[in-house]
């Protein structure tokens, strides 16, 4: 499968609960989907079954929604990729969605939790066993996470290598690549003509070794950085070599991500 076959639920919106995938588990989140990719991410605020552990940050959903009473952690907001987004199971009325939407807007602004909401009752002490929960929550979902932090702030496939390779397991792994002693320094630095220089099964096989999987974000990267790195396009220049299909190219690495062989 290529990432031009890769595709969103064709439910999602904003305000809908969709079950969030985790590449690296075999997990799924029941999340509302609160802004749509602009940035290729996703904002989520998970949903929990914990009422009674309820906060004066967390979004008391009634029955109707789900079939069972419900939590929206909207404390515990992160962002996923598109494609971790699959089966679309409810949709919050707009008065839920716009209760989550200015808790939102209070966290960001170090404001009280917004009067008028259903909500559960303050934590008023450290000892609140509710804050144990919190923390254990604020834990799980993070491999949830985990695909969009490891693309986060960056622009290149050398900073994305650079970043990950910060990793010790992640670091060995790639080293022992076929020719990573030549080839890997001048990618991390983005002076390597990726689509001339690595076979696409090679570019597919790092990529998974840094525990990075299909995503549109990822393809986003990887296009600017071939297009980057390729100076004989980018000057208007000729190598003497015959022009490399980039899009093409990219089509090879990401059918062999995806495989996952």
């Not at 031009?4 to 989907?33: K, N, Q, Y």
């Not at 220089?197 to 299909?214: E, I, K, N």
Request: with cysteine.
């Amino acid at each position: 499968m290529t990432m031009r076959e890769i595709s969103v639920h064709p439910r999602l919106t904003t305000g809908v609960v969709t079950l969030v995938s985790a590449p690296d588990a075999d997990l799924l989140m029941p999340a509302i989907a609160v802004a749509l990719p602009e940035d290729e991410t996703v904002t989520v605020v998970p949903v929990s079954e914990d009422v009674r552990l309820a906060t004066d940050w967390d979004l008391l959903l009634d029955p109707s929604v789900l079939g069972y009473r419900a939590i929206a952690e909207v404390w515990n907001y992160g962002s996923v990729l598109p494609e971790q987004c699959g089966e679309v199971v409810a949709t919050v009325d707009g008065s839920v969605f716009a209760a989550v939407k200015a808790m939102i807007a209070a966290a960001i602004a170090g404001e009280s939790a917004p009067s008028g909401v259903p909500i559960g009752p303050a934590v008023i002490a450290d000892d609140d066993p509710r804050l144990l929960f919190q923390d254990a929550e604020a834990e799980a979902v993070h491999v949830f996470w985990q695909p969009t932090l490891r693309l986060a702030g960056a622009l290149t496939l050398g900073e994305v290598v650079r970043h990950r390779r910060d990793e010790a397991e992640v670091a060995a792994r790639v080293k022992a690549l076929a020719g990573a002693a030549e080839w890997l320094e001048p990618l991390e630095r983005d002076e390597l003509d990726i689509a001339r220089r690595l076979p696409s099964r090679t570019l597919a096989d790092l990529l998974r070794h840094l525990g990075l999987g299909a995503s549109a974000r990822l393809r986003s990267i990887a296009s600017t950085t071939l297009q980057a790195s390729s100076p004989a396009i980018a000057r208007g220049a000729t190598s003497g070599e015959p022009p490399v299909d980039a899009e093409a190219y990219l089509d090879a690495v990401f059918a062999e991500l995806e495989g996952g062989s």
